[in-house]
């Protein structure tokens, strides 16, 4: 990963503040008080699995940042546009999304709006965007073009979280390529290295041909059940796969974090006394001690993915079936 120095440098010389004409009444205040300070990691939350906690994941991840003081911008990449509800923004309200930056080529910032979370903002999404997987195809530098629209609003952000769709299409493509770093939210269930295979190989591909500073920053544990002697022993097996590059922080089962969606709340803000906020809390705080410590992707092994995506690790095995 470039020195964030380098990153500020690179933002400036490639993405001049938009003319005053040119952005949105939000964006323009926003670029009125924006502050110098080091450029936003970014960083693509993908598995390809469906219901594994990517999106519950982006949502508290970002809003348990924000109470820690730092700038995020969420970016809802999933045609299901669950980030956008999860963080109290109504789809049938959304005149702009980031189907308009994406194909239309709008620049991000006109899309780009506050939530309800002080500190949080979010580039929505709504089901418009699975046209994008097909619209995109025969255009150019099709699998860059988010990393293009970030590149202006990255100085104003701390973190910016991709929260990906359930595949490993041209979306998921379009956030490894735009992105510093991955987090793969692993549910803690029988099968749940099976179709990393997959995962990990689509990561080394982008990072071979599209962007080779991209890292596995970590894999984090979700829905864990402490009482199952399953999840310990799902949780040891993905410790030995991945090293240090498990969060130490586990997500536990958690009926508030299930609920919070519905009220439009991040869990700090629905249940902020729950296990479910305490767990996201605790899971900013490593992320950011391991973004402090720049371990994020460069912790023994993470800028490699040796030989589980080699095929080490065959879709399906791995896991003790005991
Ligand atoms: N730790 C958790 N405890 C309880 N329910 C959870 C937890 N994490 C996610 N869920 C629920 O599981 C479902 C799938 O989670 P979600 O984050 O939407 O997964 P993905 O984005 O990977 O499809 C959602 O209904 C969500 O509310
Ligand atoms: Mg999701």
């Not at 982006?58 to 924000?66: E, K, P, R, S, Y």
């Not at 939530?115 to 195809?137: F, K, N």
């Amino acid at each position: 990963m470039p020195a964030c120095r380098e990153l500020v440098v690179e933002c400036e010389s490639l993405a001049p503040a938009p003319s005053t004409a040119a952005v949105s009444d939000f964006g323009r205040r926003f670029w009125t008080h924006r502050e110098s300070h080091l450029t936003a990691h970014t960083f693509a939350v993908a598995n390809q699995k469906g219901g594994v906690g990517k999106t519950t994941t982006a949502v508290n991840l970002a809003a348990a940042l924000a109470s820690l003081e730092r700038r995020i911008l969420l970016v809802d990449l999933d045609p299901q546009g669950n980030s956008t509800s999860g963080v109290g923004i109504d789809k049938a309200d959304l005149q702009l999304s980031i189907y308009e930056v994406l194909v239309g080529g709008d620049p991000m910032i006109h899309v780009i709006r506050p939530t309800g979370t002080p500190g949080v903002d979010l580039a929505p999404s709504d089901v418009r965007l699975a046209g994008a997987e097909i619209e995109l195809v025969p255009t150019i530098a099709r699998e860059t073009k988010l990393q293009s629209a970030l590149r202006p609003v990255r100085e104003l952000y701390d973190v910016v979280l991709v929260d990906c769709p359930p595949s490993l299409g041209l979306l998921t493509v379009n956030a490894l390529t735009a992105a510093d770093a991955v987090l793969i939210p692993m549910q803690c269930e029988y099968y749940a290295l099976e179709g990393l295979t997959a995962l990990l190989t689509t990561i080394d591909l982008v990072r071979r041909h599209l962007n080779p500073s991209l890292h596995v920053t970590g894999v984090l544990l979700t829905m864990v059940d402490p009482r199952t002697k399953l999840s310990d022993q799902v949780a040891a097996e993905v410790r030995r796969h991945f090293g240090d590059r498990v969060f130490e922080t586990v997500i536990p089962r958690s009926v508030r974090l299930a609920e919070a969606p519905s009220y439009g709340q991040p869990v700090l803000a629905y249940a902020p006394d729950s296990q479910g906020s305490a767990a996201y809390l605790s899971l900013a705080r490593e992320f950011l001690q391991r973004l402090d410590r720049a371990s994020l992707g460069t912790a023994s092994g993470t800028g490699e993915l040796s030989g589980v995506a080699a095929g080490a690790l065959p879709d399906g095995e791995g896991v003790d079936r005991a």
